[in-house]
Structures are given as C-alpha cells and as structure tokens.
C-alpha cells in the first residue's frame, strides 16, 4: 500500500473547532498594549484637539492602548477610565495584532505525520521617542504661523485677523475681525463680543451676561 492514511474521528473539541473555523483559519482580535507619555499630555473624548479635555497625562505615565486612526490619535485606558491623545507623543504607540493560530480542519483525511499547530506572531518594534523641541512652521505668503510645542499649539492667520490657542490650561480663539473671543478651560467658558458690548461666562453652573 503506497503510503499509511487514517480517518480523523470528529470528537466534541473537533466539532466546535469546525462550526467555529472557516478554512482552517482562525484570528484573535486586537488586544490592548502599554505605551509611555514622553511628557504632559491632555486626555481629550475623542480624536482631535476639537473635542473636550477629560483629564492630563504625567510625562512618563504608562497607558493602555487600544486602537490608533490613521490621523494620528490613539484611544487609550489609563487609570480605570479612557480616552484619546496624540499619538506623536506616545513610546510604542502603533497597532499590534496577537498570533494568528492554524489548525487543521475537522472530519478529514491526515497523511502522518499529523502537521503540528502553527503559531505565527508578529515580533513587535521597539521605538524610542524624545520630546519633540517646539516647532515653528511661518507662511509669508498666507500670513499664517503655526507654533507646536510640549505647551500647546498656537496658530496665527495674520490675513483673516484670526488667532486659535490650545494648551494644557485650556484654549481661546480671538477673531480681531469680528471683535469676538472665546476663552475656556477647566473653570468654564467666557465668551466676549466688542461690538455688541456683551460678555457671557458660563461656569457649568451658572450663566452670567453681561451688558456694556
């Protein structure tokens, strides 16, 4: 007989395997890893400077991280909450899958050998990030200055007289133009209209307006 051949029974765990496998192939989702701030870094409810800061990372605090877009923000879960940061300032921020395991299918005919389980796992890099010195980007020709540092993010459009602030102890857009600022941080927001001679403070609890 020009070789041994043999029938695989079809036991519980084989059977499970086969209503659970498709092909033989079998993937875990993506898991959570650990990364490290490189410095202060806000915590905001979704990914971008435009939503709400929830909470403040130390430089060097380890975090959880669960998925990063391709806009360069991770979600992550830190200190039994979560949310979003930068992932520029992250050591190790990037997507990590587990191992992919194949198994041999159920109820089929096995030349022995029977092939042994494969388990294939991604080795993963190691990247080592230093604090970023501020950067300074200037348009002549649009009249606009773009300031990015450990502090926050300034950005200036000399030509529409407009002025957008984003740092640790808050934010404030200043539109010369229309004579409107808007201030907030972790105590409220203060809106102020120069033209109509009106300032409005809302500090979560009460709202005052004022008249000139």
Known sequence: MPGYMKTLPVTGTLLAIGLVISGGLLSAPAYAYPAEAVTALNV????????????????????????CTSTGWCKISFRG?????????????????????????????????EP??????????ILIVEPEPEVVIIDEN??????????GTAIIDEK??????????????IDEREGIAVFENEDGTVLVDENEGVAVIDDGTDLVIIED
């Open 142 to 151: 649009e009249g606009i200055a773009v300031i990015d540092g450990p502090d």
């Open 44 to 67: 905001r409810t979704g990914p971008g400077v435009k939503h709400k800061r929830i909470s403040t990372l130390a430089r060097y605090e380890t975090v959880d991280v669960r998925k």
């Open 116 to 125: 042994e389980i494969v388990i294939i796992e991604p080795e993963p890099e």
């Open 160 to 173: 529409e007289g407009i002025t957008v602030i984003d740092g640790p102890d808050g934010s404030a857009i």
């Open 81 to 113: 909450k979560s949310g979003w940061v930068s992932k520029r300032y992250l050591v190790n921020a990037r997507e990590v899958l587990p191992p992919v395991i194949v198994r041999p299918e159920p109820n089929v005919l096995i030349i022995e050998p």
